[in-house]
């Protein structure tokens, strides 16, 4: 084959991943329900099952290991709840349907059965053209089909013209040969096994068919199961799915050979020796030299950094090789600490848009540290980057600082709940953020007659009534709800995700209970209003609401709860 043509192949495959990873969705974080956090800890292990072939989606490395992007995608919700996932690849969909498994992982719609319940995609992909380098991209009415066993035959492709293989790469195994003429497939497919096989007979057009969300199949009813899933979905952010998606595509067992890499790039190769000997030959002097200064500048940042909370480092960009300061690699003790702050260099800091980012990392004790990173770049004599060199400075007693003003700044300080502002804040996201299908409460609480209690006994105790309230607040309900103070003695709380009114009541009551317990020498009862969220679409919404119930409960005597 041409050997130009083989490196133009090369160029496009490469271009073709980089457009494909560019593209992936995100949804806003959510939080496990308790309900959902009791399932994760009484489970056993989630069975999930896929079809062989079907790589950097899902597949069988060369030591019959499963790897993918789906793999990838489940291992990263298994670190954020827990979760454990063993899993198996089968030859066809059958087998995988039949096997009694939990889950079919990496599952587009268009393959899965129709009582089949599917979680939201963590994928999309457009599917592109392919075809035998004999056939006319152009004529291919009559052309055999590489058709994928349990999958629909795109729509204007004839059924007699189809012919079905058990697995993406067995079909274009069969264009590569000749036994069909073209086919349609995921655009990450494709380019994995172009780059893994090294077909020579075929190219890929850019003709987009149909657009494919992958997502994780359910073989048995589970909504919890289902509910956590989408949630872990949607909290990962568009850069970690990139990430995800780059880990699994470029781990390609491909076999290249010094004969194949002559054959092919045999000029290029023998021209990039000569020209790199000439450049290296004209410029080791230079380079020495420039060694030479940059050590005796780097020792002298080394004496200065023994004096300050600055540890000093440097990384050559050509040999991708990162050397610390003595007392860099004192702070982090031990070579695990160390792996930790090369793979957040390498990932973080070299690519930061932030010249100064701010990152956390273990140091001497297993202790967590904040550092900001302060980067300067030094050039070649041809205005190349030849180094990155830099310095960690501790800011964690400043963040520290920081991170504790913004709390005190959110926090009522006679109670210890949200304030106001904070609560009305917290609350709009909420709503905004809302589940259409979850039910959301907004409960305010008022204590009946606490003027009285003022009056009679003191602002002190009247204050003390506030703190035994809040108490029990924290107490009675979840983790997860938003508790605020909202005014002199009204208070509120927001729960997300409620599994009935019924749960709100119970709630209540047993705050209303406790209350009075914690209040034993005073007379302190509660007036309640609650509502739930239908279609209100902001705060002052809902608010108005329960604003009425409470309204109702007091006109009522207090000492009750009203829904509204």
């Not at 349907?97 to 899965?112: Q, R």
């Not at 190219?203 to 899933?229: A, H, Q």
Request: aromatic share 8%; charged share 25%; proline share 2%.
């Amino acid at each position: 084959m041409n050997k130009s043509k083989l490196t133009m192949k090369g160029i496009i495959i490469v271009a073709l991943f980089i457009v494909v990873v560019s593209a992936m969705p995100v949804e806003a974080q959510t939080f496990l329900t308790t309900e959902e956090q009791d399932y994760i800890n009484r489970s056993n292990i989630i069975e999930a099952v896929s079809v062989q072939g079907g790589a950097p989606l899902q597949y069988a490395d060369a030591n019959g290991q499963v790897q993918g992007i789906s793999k990838e995608v489940l291992e990263e919700i298994s670190d954020m709840t827990g979760m454990v996932f063993e899993y198996q690849l089968y030859d066809t969909l059958d087998e995988v349907f039949n096997s009694g498994a939990d889950i079919v992982f990496g599952i587009p719609y268009n393959y899965a059965t129709e009582d089949m319940v599917m979680s939201l995609p963590f994928l999309e992909s457009e599917t592109i053209l392919y075809l035998n380098s004999s056939v006319d991209p152009n004529e291919l009415d009559d052309k055999k089909f590489a058709a994928t066993e349990g999958a629909n035959i795109p729509e204007g492709i004839k059924e007699e013209n189809a012919i079905y293989f058990a697995t993406r790469e067995a079909s274009l195994d069969a264009v590569e040969s000749g036994q069909a003429d073209y086919g349609y497939g995921n655009a990450y497919s494709v380019a994995f096994y172009m780059l893994q096989n090294s077909y020579t007979n075929i190219i890929t057009v850019p003709r987009e068919k149909e657009s494919r969300e992958y997502c994780i199949g359910f073989l048995k009813d589970n909504e919890i199961l289902l509910s956590i899933i989408n949630k872990s979905i949607a909290s990962i952010d568009e850069t970690h799915m990139r990430t995800l998606i780059l880990n699994a595509t470029t781990q390609i067992d491909r076999e290249i050979t010094i004969p194949m890499i002559i054959d092919a790039y045999g000029i290029q190769i023998f021209g990039a020796i000569f020209l790199v000997m000439a450049i290296l030959l004209l410029s080791i002097v230079h380079n020495i030299r420039a060694k030479n200064e940059l050590k005796l500048q780097y020792e002298r940042y080394q004496m200065l950094s023994q004096t300050s909370n600055e540890y000093l480092y440097e990384y050559y960009v050509r040999t991708k090789h990162l050397e610390l300061s003595k007392n860099c690699i004192q702070l982090f003790e031990n070579s695990d600490n160390l792996q930790e702050f090369e793979a957040v260099f390498k990932q973080t800091i070299i690519n930061a848009e932030n010249t100064m980012p701010i990152i956390e990392l273990t140091i001497a004790r297993g202790e967590k540290g904040l550092f900001k990173s302060v980067n300067s770049l030094i050039y070649d004599d041809k205005g190349r980057v030849y180094s990155i060199i830099g310095k960690l400075i501790d800011v964690s007693e400043e963040e520290a600082e920081k991170q504790e003003l913004i709390k005190k700044s959110e926090i009522d300080g006679l109670i210890g709940l949200y304030n106001a502002s904070t609560t009305r804040h917290l609350i709009t996201e909420s709503i905004i953020n809302a589940d259409l299908n979850a039910t959301d409460a907004l409960i305010l609480i008022d204590c009946d007659k606490f003027k009285a209690i003022n009056d009679t006994y003191g602002h002190l105790h009247g204050d003390k009534v506030l703190v035994n309230i809040s108490k029990g607040l924290n107490q009675t309900f979840r983790k997860t709800d938003i508790i605020g103070r909202i005014g002199g003695d009204e208070l509120c709380v927001y729960m997300r995700d409620i599994s009935s009114p019924d749960f709100v009541v119970s709630k209540c009551e047993q705050l209303m209970a406790l209350i009075q317990e914690l209040n034993r020498d005073y007379p302190v009862t509660l007036s309640i209003g609650i509502s739930l969220r239908s279609d209100e679409k902001s705060y002052d919404e809902l608010f108005a609401k329960a604003d009425n119930a409470l309204y109702e409960a007091k006109k009522k005597g207090g000492a009750q709860m009203q829904f509204s």
